[in-house]
């Protein structure tokens, strides 16, 4: 067996020599006087002793003998025989109870709930009264606090009901829980509907707002469902970054008209999302804007115009026109969750069909251009806020391309035949036709279905 030879075992004596000689003296040796009560206190040991169940066994070698049969005169008073037969007045006194002292009050309280005694515990009483429940009333009200060993912080007291309770924690004395509509009658349903509408009957000017009494009312609309949108799923979009601002190569290639000068991008309303399903990337989707801004205010007209002629019945869309709508960039979708009771609202003055009922906007490039919409094109909406319910939350954020990956390019699916193999779009054509044309008998019965909702009045049960 080879041995390893070494100058030292020792490193450190090596690299880090002591050069210090000793201390000429001894250490000096302090004396702190400590009070043997710190270690005698009866306290010390509860903790050990509530832990610790001891057993009482009696030892018959070492225990005391009880020689029950030898008892010294006068032990049981005078008559010691009646004691054997039940009769205990020697021992137990039969005369009033004597009143006992203030301070041995809490003695007479239940031990199991009561907690540390203290001066503040005892209360002073009538003679020979016990508080009802067994104890005082500091007693009675105290309970135990259980409290695990792993739990976050929190300030606990060891009375809970001196403890504030808040306004939502504190609980109505008149609240009642409220039917439901289902278990009521069709003339109590109506009934407890039109009670809703309470406010709606109060004069403008005496409206208040519920927690800010100086802000009054200043025009009141109807609130009802949007018919045109309903049947639509609305999502809820967050960017991480601008997604109107311009990119270099969005300038040097020609793509847009300006780059980024602040202004509102005309291209943003009409933006195209297209999912990439990729087995590895589920999460990735494409964005898509107009080629320019003349094509986006060009394609917002052309959707008016044939969303007119449907209105009117007369069906004539120039299918033959196209709208070319560029590829920008690729989003990942970072937090997906769904929404209740959540809404979106479209207000409408009644003059006329929205939106672009004509007006002024301001390009990419900071001209402004005047719009002037349909005169008595399409039906007129009645005045009010049209409410269109969002069903899901969506946060996006610009993704990045892995060091060499080329994301024009997508990775082969198993799961799809070579023909339907998906591949990058860096351009879409877009025709504006009628929806009732190009959607599926089955997507129009889903329609129809939750349009009937809101257009309908509700069956009579």
Do not use: C
Not at 295 to 304: D, F, G, H, N, S
Not at 435 to 444: R, S, T
């Amino acid at each position: 067996m080879a041995s390893r030879n070494s100058k030292t075992d020792l490193i450190v004596r090596v690299r880090y020599q002591q050069k210090l000689p000793p201390p000429p003296f001894p250490p000096r040796l302090l004396h702190i006087p400590t009070s043997p009560h710190r270690y005698a206190e009866a306290g010390a040991l509860n903790a050990l002793a509530s832990e610790r169940e001891v057993p009482m066994i009696l030892d018959g070698e070492l225990g005391l003998p009880l020689e029950m049969g030898k008892i010294p005169d006068g032990a049981y008073g005078d008559g010691e025989e009646e004691y054997w037969i039940g009769n205990r007045s020697a021992i137990v006194p039969t005369g009033p109870a004597p009143t006992p002292h203030e301070d041995d009050l809490f003695l007479l309280g239940d031990v199991a709930a009561a907690g540390p005694s203290s001066a503040s515990s005892s209360f002073v009483g009538t003679p020979g009264h016990i508080p009802p429940g067994g104890g005082t009333p500091a007693m009675g009200e105290r309970r135990k606090v259980d409290v695990s060993w792993l739990r976050r912080t929190e300030y606990l007291s060891s009375d809970p009901g001196s403890k504030v309770l808040t306004d939502k924690q504190a609980p109505s004395a008149h609240k009642t829980d409220e039917p439901l509509l289902d278990s009521l009658s069709r003339d109590a349903r109506a009934k407890t509907i039109a009670a809703t509408f309470t406010a709606a009957h109060i004069p403008l000017s005496e409206l208040r707002h519920p927690s800010k009494a100086h802000l009054r009312a200043e025009e009141a609309w109807d609130v009802l469902p949007d018919a045109e949108l309903w049947p639509n799923q609305l999502n809820l979009v967050r960017f991480g970054e601008d997604p109107g601002e311009r990119a270099e190569k969005e300038g040097t290639n020609g793509v847009g008209t300006g780059g980024g000068h602040g202004f509102l991008d005309p291209r943003l309303p009409r933006a195209l999302f297209r999912p990439v399903e990729l087995p590895a990337d589920d999460n990735r989707v494409g964005y898509y804007l107009p080629v320019s801004d003349q094509v986006a205010q060009a394609y917002t007209k052309k959707r008016e115009r044939v969303l007119d002629d449907d209105d009117e019945g007369e069906g004539g869309a120039d299918e033959e026109e196209g709208f070319e709508f560029v590829h920008v960039r690729d989003y990942e979708i970072t937090t997906t969750r769904n929404l209740v009771g959540e809404y979106v609202f479209v207000v409408h003055d009644g003059l006329g069909k929205e939106p672009d009922q004509g007006g002024e906007t301001v390009t990419s490039t900071g001209e402004k251009e005047e719009e002037v919409g349909s005169a008595g094109g399409g039906e007129k909406r009645a005045r009010g806020a049209y409410f269109t319910p969002v069903k899901m939350a969506q946060t996006l954020r610009k993704r990045r391309p892995r060091r060499g990956e080329d994301p024009t390019v997508f990775a082969h699916d198993p799961d799809r035949s070579e023909e339907d193999q998906l591949v990058f779009w860096d351009k879409i054509q877009v025709k504006v036709t009628p929806i009732d044309e190009v959607l599926p008998e089955a997507e129009k019965e889903d329609r129809e279905k939750e349009l009937r909702t809101v257009l309908e009045p509700p069956r009579r049960v």
